[in-house]
């Protein structure tokens, strides 16, 4: 959506100017003064956090030396800037002209106040002209400070360079790989580099390992800061980690936010790594810390969060994210759209044997990702199903997709456990030869964990109790009408699995039964897990019979968590700004227009434009697509809502929609590219663990950001101005006669010279 410029007679906006436009400044102080000289009466009743977020002056109304760029693509104003260009007369010459931005005329006690108001400011400007001058006198750059910083642009370039291909800081031999892209540039014409390690030895180390973690803060934190001033811009932020990282021996959860751009595009970027250590209320204090010391980004803006860990650490992090919401509620927990919705039930199911599940489902994810494995499991399907060639077909299909992320994963599962057992069973006999050592001993580790007997009935339990969140699930994460119709029927979804829960016994007992015969297929023995015997033969518990043992142990208690984790994922508040959705017109229309989002826009009232006119605000909105002309189509996605040019006059409709773009849970429309957790996931992929550095991952994941060498420069010399990246120290040589040592610095220079040739 363009920004127009307040100011009274001027009708520039972004889309038609190259002008930078700022916002009116949160000071209440300062945004008086703007107000003022801008001479607008009906801007003086608005609040300074009101101007802020909705009103802009452009660049022409304020004083050229008070506006700057910190870059090619970012322009800033002074702190103390205030608008003084103003056109405040043109509109007399048409009195008859109605006008928008009228014009306040001023009494005799404005008139007094301007003047005081003046007097002070032009003392304050004296003052900083005397700090220019004094400034002004300073030297100039001398010409060692420009190649000192002609020299670091280069090393810069090549940090940049390395994030950007993925290259990690170590090469396969243990070489460094920086050294190598130095030599390269050296070797290539960089005057920049040769004028600085000219007579250097050959092999010197260029820099050391703490200047270039210098040289590596200084780049990341310069691209994430493009980032952050983004959102600082959009305000309202939604937070989102992934699953656990290892680096060096210590865990971290990569952490990404969700916002929505001034171009009203959903973004999600992936900002850093956080530590995953302490407990959960140290987890939440480093998380804070995070957002609100280092970034500058308020939690109290946070609207949304979504945790996709895995394993032991779910419990953690759904502690912490109950944390969170209770220190601030409007930051709901949701599912995250990435993952279906039954993997994401089955993770936070805090049992054993269920989580012994989901890893298996891991492994065989990536077991299969290795070679020969995926023909292997195919010639295992086509000869345990050769008497169903319809069922066969329709595994090989689901076995070539990601068939353990999907909604049905575990319909899907059991209907390959057969299969997966001859597949692995095969791996291990390794009779061609083909596998290496490694495939073979996960095979034989996979296998070993299919065999059990209580992993068969905890396939086939999950499989049937998520069955009847499976169309949920799907829906909750499709698009937009899906969503809203998915918000609806979770009534219908909690009382069949109640009406389950009610009837466990009948239900049990046909489960139990399924598991047997698929078991008596694979040649696994019915039988009680060694450890629950154990506890028996000691005295522990009474005899129990096998049936019974599985409906106590994980029939019941997953039927209860299942149905407590959607009643806790899904309460009121977490279900009204999905139901909110029928404010995009394609489902206005799908309700026939009788909606009513007022009762569940409540929830966001501190955050709307102006909440006491919400109710004839929607109103108008409704009335406006109803009566709609025939050739008019209705949006159908919150995105396609947000780019229409008439909803910028429905400033609360246009706020909650970018509410609920925020959600984790909705999945990101328009999406341009590989998204965040894509590019990471590559990144951890193709370069191998020992070789991770996460300053690295974070410029490779945002290799899309724009970025200003020369702001790096700057940045650099402001924190280590003192500590000049220089060549490793080395041994003094012994005295030499000027012309040997004229022919070994020029050798160093030649291409031919064994440390520049190693890239």
Same mark, same amino acid.
């Given at each position: ?107 005799? &006690? ?343 007997? &209580? ?6 339990? =999950? ?69 629950? =015997? ?164 974070? =410029? ?23 500590? &000049? ?35």
């Amino acid at each position: 959506m363009p920004n127009f410029c307040a100011a009274p007679n001027c009708t520039r906006k972004s889309t038609q100017s190259d002008l930078a436009f700022f916002r009116f400044p949160r000071d209440p102080e300062r945004c008086r003064i703007w107000v003022e000289n801008c001479r607008r009466a009906d801007l003086e009743e608005k609040t300074s956090d009101q101007l802020n977020k909705h009103y802009r002056l452009c660049a022409k109304h304020f004083d050229p030396a008070m506006v700057y760029k910190t870059s090619p693509y970012r322009t800033v104003l002074k702190d103390s800037a205030i608008p003084t260009i103003f056109d405040l007369t043109s509109h007399l010459q048409n009195p008859n002209l109605r006008h928008r931005k009228r014009v306040k005329e001023l009494t005799e &006690e404005d008139i007094e106040k301007i003047k005081q108001r003046r007097l002070a400011s032009q003392k304050k400007e004296e003052a900083v002209v005397e700090d220019k001058t004094v400034e002004d006198a300073a030297p100039q750059m001398s010409t060692e400070e420009k190649e000192f910083r002609e020299y670091l642009k280069s090393l810069f370039e090549v940090v940049v360079m390395l994030g950007k291909q993925g290259i990690p800081l170590e090469g396969s031999d243990m070489s460094s790989n920086f050294q190598a892209l130095v030599n390269y540039r050296l070797n290539s014409g960089d005057e920049a580099l040769r004028r600085r390690f000219r007579g250097t030895p050959v092999n010197a180390e260029y820099l050391s390992a703490m200047q270039l973690g210098q040289l590596l803060d200084v780049c990341e934190n310069t691209v994430r800061e493009e980032m952050i001033m983004e959102v600082r811009e959009s305000r309202f932020f939604s937070i989102i980690t992934g699953d656990i990282v290892d680096f060096d021996q210590e865990k971290y959860l990569p952490l990404f936010v969700r916002f929505v751009d001034q171009q009203n595009a959903v973004r999600e970027e992936f900002l850093d790594f956080l530590l995953f250590d302490g407990d959960e209320v140290a987890l939440v204090e480093r998380l804070e810390a995070q957002m609100t010391e280092r970034w500058g980004l308020s939690m109290e803006d946070c609207r949304g969060q979504s945790h996709k860990v895995t394993g032991t650490s779910t419990t953690k992090m759904k502690a912490v994210a109950v944390l969170l919401n209770m220190k601030y509620p409007l930051a709901l927990h949701t599912p995250y759209s990435d993952m279906a919705l039954n993997i994401q039930l089955a993770n936070s199911l805090p049992y054993s044997i269920v989580q012994v599940v989901c890893e298996t489902l891991r492994r065989v994810a990536a077991f299969y990702k290795t070679p020969f494995t995926q023909e292997e499991l195919e010639k295992a399907v086509a000869s345990h199903y050769q008497k169903n060639e319809e069922k066969a077909e329709a595994l090989t299909q689901a076995s070539r997709s990601n068939w353990t992320e999907q909604h049905n994963v575990f319909d899907v599962l059991l209907e390959m456990l057969p299969p997966l057992l001859l597949c692995m069973d095969a791996v291990v006999l390794n009779t061609e030869g083909k596998f290496q050592e490694k495939q073979t001993s996960d095979a034989y580790s996979i296998a070993e964990t299919l065999a059990e007997f &209580e992993v068969v009935v905890t396939v086939v339990i =999950l499989k049937n109790i998520l069955m009847f969140t499976r169309a949920f699930g799907r829906n909750l994460q499709g698009e937009s009408l899906d969503t809203f119709c998915a918000a609806n029927s979770l009534t219908a979804v909690l009382h069949s699995l109640n009406e389950v829960n009610d009837n466990i016994d009948v239900y049990h007992e046909f489960w139990y039964e399924e598991a047997l015969s698929v078991a008596a297929v694979m040649g696994i023995p019915a039988k009680i897990p060694r450890l629950f =015997l154990r506890k028996q033969s000691a005295g522990e518990v009474g005899e129990v019979q096998a049936e019974q043992y599985f409906k106590e142990y994980v029939t019941v208690p997953v039927i209860h968590s299942v149905i407590q984790e959607l009643e806790d994922m899904f309460f009121e508040n977490n279900l009204k700004p999905l139901k909110c959705l029928s404010l995009v017109p394609a489902i206005m229309g799908q309700m026939k227009f009788n909606t009513s989002e007022e009762n569940y826009a409540e929830i966001y009232q501190g955050d709307l434009h102006k909440a006491e006119t919400l109710s004839a605000e929607l109103h108008c909105w409704r009335i406006k697509w109803k009566h709609r002309g025939k050739e008019v189509r209705l949006p159908t996605t919150i995105h396609e809502t947000l780019q229409l040019q008439d909803v910028k006059f429905f400033p609360n409709v246009n706020c909650l929609l970018k509410l609920i773009s925020t959600l984790p849970v909705l999945k990101l429309e328009q999406q341009r590219g590989d998204k965040a957790s894509e590019r990471l996931q590559a990144y951890l992929d193709s370069v191998a663990s020992r070789q991770w550095n996460r300053s690295l991952a974070v =410029l490779n994941v945002n290799t899309h950001v724009k970025h200003d060498l020369e702001v790096m420069v700057d940045k650099y010399c402001r924190l280590y101005s003192e500590e &000049e990246p220089e060549p490793e120290p080395e041994p003094e040589p012994e005295p030499v006669s000027e012309e040997v040592a004229g022919d070994a610095a020029a050798q160093s220079q030649t291409p031919e010279n064994p440390s520049s040739a190693q890239l």
